[in-house]
């Protein structure tokens, strides 16, 4: 009886083997590395919706795989050198601190290709790719000083990194474009992901006389907040406006999904190249929900302003960018701030009254 | 209750054997339930999570490099365990371990000063665990504060302060503002020590700790102070141990080994200090201590087996599109069998009849 | 809104969850039980909660649902410990994994969902009272219910004789074995209460707090709970007091960062940490050193030998 059931289990699992291996031929297989759960409604929610967009439009051709809540310290390069050896030939890995396993990684396995999200550092077979956020920041600091009554708009800000950073700063300048005198207060939390506590700073700035939210952490707390208190918010790396009908001014879209079908068709083709993707509103990798609850001058301002930014006769980051002190910053890129100096931000600009971060 | 205790006489050598056999075959099961209703092919899933990863070599040398923390920890934390000391705060250390041991490489950065530095490094992580460690020895021994709330306070207090390097005074200088130390120098990293793989000279250190504490807890007077102060306070009191002393030298110890691993992580795998470097392994190293009977060989094996069910759960996720969260359940399940069984060597169940109602 | 009316609010409702949490956990502390899994149940309760209100359409049906969820996660843990003699801390903390893997699977569906949070009762009379009557009159269910729930505790542990034996138990639970008490069954009914504590605490947050939910939205507070208690040496009113510190610290840090301090972010996010470590070890040094205030038979296996 025992023998039996032995060789029963031993043949089943040769079976499922086989299954397995047959399966995984002749589709490209393409891996994804999470930082959060595919649900956190947030940053690794966004590209969770783009891998299944990639999946609806390349079905028949691909198979994905993806490893979530994959911590970023010891963890990471095993996870990607874990769907590098099963067989995947494109790899995303979608968060800053992926960035050194990956490079290690991509050094081991020189035959296949990897997309890094938001870092800088590349290789032959390892691309880099980010969206421009701080472009739909300009946008929304200009509604905001429209829609702002007490002129102090509240910012819930989660790490100091030059992204949170420069949207900081894009937000300021897009609100001082309509009002010079506006006022930023900031939080940081120190979280990406606390909806309790990101809630308890959006009431916070909200007692405190903001009446416009702005937030760079993942969850629509904050939204609630805003839609309770009968005051205005942005959304955050999703659509949120279901959170806070009468609340939602726009939000900031992160669509991966095009990306990703770009790149993976590339390797498909053969002609994929390591390469420096760094997309905004033009290309649509940063995309602007419905702007709504706003009266109608104001959305055609934030209209015009969206055509501004995408046909370049708008440029956020404009010299003279002038520093906390009101001394200009030195001007990299002849007519605006170069972009080591938008993805390595580390001052704020003039009219923030905050003690800068990280100094 | 139809079910009753009954403490064994003798522990019986073949249930020792049998327990953990039981175990697994009872985790089967419920998994196989599990996933069957889950339309998922459980053979093949119990191969994947149990049997593929201890069938090629890159798997099994991650297992000894995931294991080495958790038993490192495990090992300090059981000698506190043994004497009634509630650390549960490793976490805290570990972190404090992997700061301090970083302050040389990240200051020393550049200038190759020789394979001398590692060893400083990981001598000063010890330090450094130790110390804060230090933090809720003293506040129990001299102000009466109970260990468990100080100790794992400092954790969120010790992630902070590391919060607080990274992103300011220890940032890359070249690394566009991102919250990193710069990668360490081959000087400042713990070798590897096969090739093809990660595994590195911190597993043989670990295995030393083990080696040393298995004959510490046995063979030494310090060994058995620990155990009746433990088992029996009063007792120990009349041998003229002194329980206070007692309390800051297991923390030390526990501190030291936390520190230890945590800086052994940082030169190690991961290479550079930044926020997320534990994945839990101070909490999760609670469960290895326990789960290992607090004592060193158990530790090693409970340890191992951990490791082997975070990289089976991987290779889940993989192969099978598992989702995580159904291995976490695994991983609960698991250790409950486990731990369920284990009473079966020391008590052994008996089922009374409706007739006699003594429970 | 005058700013400290609007602090106070936030801090009470910062503070219930872990007042709730670490309220069912003092008791099963005192019978003697330590229950590291409250983060586990909490994040159950906090999914089935979310799904009961959802599908019902009722916060009074999700609180229920949370309630379920904890008391359930809290007998799988009663059968081990108690049962079974499995080691107490090992059991919780594999508690813990089992409930985040479980909510996780379970909420997956609700991810993204919202529903109207609980409304805030107003008492009348009481909520028309200047100043203080908006402060603490016209909360959401929970809070009142913590309130009734922390002075429920202290009334049964002080001034019934089944709190007597409760804490008789936590004491020496060979003793009271040998008065003849049954030890596993009153240690069961405890943790099946706190299981039910955390699992409302858990319910609290996506039914009042941020009405969706989230994997992992507990963020930790399972963890402040299970200090909270050690925090209030045992003593219901002191709970109270731990709770609403930790809340009040959180909240304020907040605003003193909008008010634009410039102290560094970090050193303000540790505060709440910091302040309860300070605190503790204040009050512990006018006791001297007398040694421990916890339950003497805390985390001691006990099985009754006949």
Known sequence: MKRLLMTAAAAALALAATAFNASAADKLKVGFIYLGPVGDLGWTYMHEVARQALVKELGDKIETTYLENVNEGPDSERSIVQLARTGHQLIFTTSFGYMDPTVKVAKQFPKIKFEHATGYKRAPNLGTYSGR???????????????????????????????????????????????????????????????????????????????????HTDSPAAMQVAQQRGIYAFGQDSDMIKFGPKSQLTAIVNNWGPYYIKQTKAVLAGTWKSEDTWDGLKEKMVVMAPFTNMPDDVKKLAEK??????????????????????????CKGGTHLDAGQILGMNFYVKGVDDKFPSK | MPLVLEKRAERSAFIAIASPVLAIALTLVTMSILLLALGKNPLMALYVYFVEPLTDPYSLMEIAVKASP??????????????????????????????????????????????????????????????????????????????????????????????????????????????????????????????????????????????????????????????????????????????????????????????????????????????????????????????GRLNPIGILIAGLFLALTFIGGEGAQISMKIPLDLTKVFQGVLLFYVLACDSLILYRIRLIGAQSKTA | MPIVEAIIISVIAASTPLLLAAAGE?????????????????????????????????????????????????????????????????????LTILGVGLSGLIGAGFVGQKITPAPHLYIPGLSDIPVVGKMLFAQDGFVYFSVVLVIGIWWFLYRTRGGLILRAVGDSHTSAHALGYPVLKIRLMAVLFGGGCAGLAGAFLPLAYTPFFIPGMTAGRGWIALALVVFSSWLPGRLVAGAYLFGAVSILQLHAQALGLGIPSQLMTSLPYLATVIVLVLISRGRGSTGSVAPASLGVVFVPDR
Not at chain 1, 317 to 328: A, E, H, N, R
Not at chain 2, 233 to 245: H, L, N, Q, V, Y
């Open chain 1, 305 to 330: 302003t969206e055509a501004g930014i995408v046909d370049g006769s708008i440029v956020p980051f404009k010299c003279p960018v002038l520093g906390q002190d009101g001394k200009p910053i030195e």
């Open chain 1, 133 to 215: 956020f701080y472009e739909g920041r300009y946008i929304q600091g200009v509604i905001a000083a429209k829609m702002s009554k007490t002129g102090t708009l509240g910012y819930i800000a989660s790490f100091p990194i030059p992204e949170v950073i420069s949207g900081i700063n894009a937000t300021m300048l897009g609100a001082q474009s309509v009002n010079p005198n506006i006022k930023v207060k900031i939080i940081w939390v120190n979280t990406w992901f606390d909806p309790g506590k990101e809630a308890d700073a959006a009431k916070a700035l909200a007692d405190q006389g903001a009446d416009v939210l702005m937030q």
């Open chain 2, 70 to 291: 958790l038993v490192m920890i495990a090992i300090g934390l059981s000698l506190c365990y043994l004497a009634n000391v509630w650390n549960i705060g490793a976490e805290g250390q570990f972190i404090m371990g992997a700061v301090t041991g970083s302050y040389l490489a990240v200051v020393t950065n550049g200038s190759d000063v020789g394979h001398w530095l590692v060893i400083v490094m990981l001598i000063m992580g010890a330090i450094g665990g130790a110390l804060w460690a230090l933090i809720p020895a003293i506040c129990r021994v001299r102000f009466g504060a109970n260990e468990i709330l100080t100790s794992l306070m400092l954790v969120y207090v010790a992630d902070l302060i590391m919060d607080y390097l990274v992103r300011g005074p220890w940032r890359d200088p070249k690394g566009l503002n991102f919250p990193t130390t710069a990668s360490f120098d081959p000087s400042a990293t713990v070798p590897v020590i096969l090739d093809g793989g990660r595994l590195h000279a911190g597993v043989i250190v670990t295995l030393a700790v083990v080696a040393v504490a298995a004959v510490m807890l046995g063979r030494t007077i310090k060994g058995f102070e620990i155990r009746v102060v433990g088992a029996a306070p009063r007792a120990a009191r009349f041998a003229g141990f002194k329980s206070d002393r007692l309390v800051i030298f297991t923390f030390l110890i526990s501190g030291a080994l936390s520190g230890l691993a945590g800086i052994i992580e940082v030169a190690g795998p991961v290479g550079v200090l930044q926020p997320g470097i534990s994945p839990g392994y101070g909490f999760t190293a609670i469960i290895v201590a326990f789960l």
């Open chain 3, 26 to 94: 003092l008791v099963v502390e005192r019978s003697g039980v330590l229950n590291l899994g409250v983060e586990g149940m909490m994040i159950m309760g906090a999914a089935c909660g979310f799904a009961g209100a959802y599908l019902s359409g009722s916060t009074f049906v999700g609180a229920l649902c949370g309630i379920a969820a904890g008391m359930a996660l809290s007998f799988v843990f009663a059968v081990l410990t108690l049962g079974l003699a499995v080691n107490q801390v090992a059991a919780g903390l594999a």
